[in-house]
């Protein structure tokens, strides 16, 4: 039933798919671009990806979509915030980008009468979340930088700090992430090749990591 995940970190592999069915744990599949749960939605327990692809997405009063993450690692945990939230539905969605497995553990299964298990989920928990608050105040800092140069700049060397690899996300899904629009995203990496400053090929970038630094 389950996926390696930090979640289930010190729960012992023989006893944890009987231990999660007796909490109420279950598998669910979802088709492409099917929705797990929708903006707006209250939460009802926290999801594991096990396979597949799925994006949170957050869509703004005028319709326009900002994707602010997105989950391909098997074992990742998301929707867990708004699981210890009272009376707070989803400010985001989250979708099936491509068919998708999910794990979805009721908020009971965290209530500490369950006894020893709740309590291990409960510390796992604290420790993801500690974990997302990081990758958050990253993201404020780049959503917070001053021109689309310095969101590229702050992204790519987050992604690739030695100057070199694949990033995740292609030029719609990177303009989604960093909240501008594609035509200016790719006005300005052209920009910003002609100038030497970075090379790309597809997802493939390469740049010189030091002389980034200097346009922050």
Request: charged share 30%; hydrophobic share 40%; proline share 4%.
């Amino acid at each position: 039933m389950t996926a390696d995940s930090m979640l289930f970190r010190g729960i012992d592999d023989s006893k944890r798919e009987r231990l999660l069915r007796e909490l109420g744990a279950e598998r669910r599949h979802y088709a492409a671009d099917s929705y797990i749960f929708h903006q707006e939605e209250e939460s009802a327990g926290v999801y594991i990806l096990l396979a597949g692809s799925v994006e949170v997405e957050r869509i703004s009063a005028s319709g326009r979509r900002q994707m602010i993450n997105r989950f391909t690692e098997p074992g990742t945990v998301f929707g867990e915030v708004y699981t210890f939230l009272e009376d707070h539905p989803y400010d985001f969605g989250c979708v099936s980008r491509k068919e998708s497995e999910v794990l979805f553990l009721p908020k009971t299964a965290f209530d500490r009468r369950n006894g020893e298990i709740a309590d291990r989920l409960v510390r796992n928990m604290l420790a993801i979340m500690s974990q997302k608050a990081y990758f958050l105040n990253l993201k404020m800092l780049v959503h917070s930088a001053g021109s689309i140069r310095k969101k590229i700049i702050l992204y790519v060397l987050y992604e690739n700090p030695e100057g070199e690899g694949m990033l995740p996300l292609n030029r719609e899904e990177l303009a989604a992430y960093l909240a501008v629009p594609r035509p200016s995203l790719s006005r300005e990496l052209g920009k910003m090749q002609r100038e030497g400053l970075i090379r790309t090929e597809g997802k493939y970038v390469r740049f010189d990591p030091e002389v980034l630094e200097e346009f922050l």
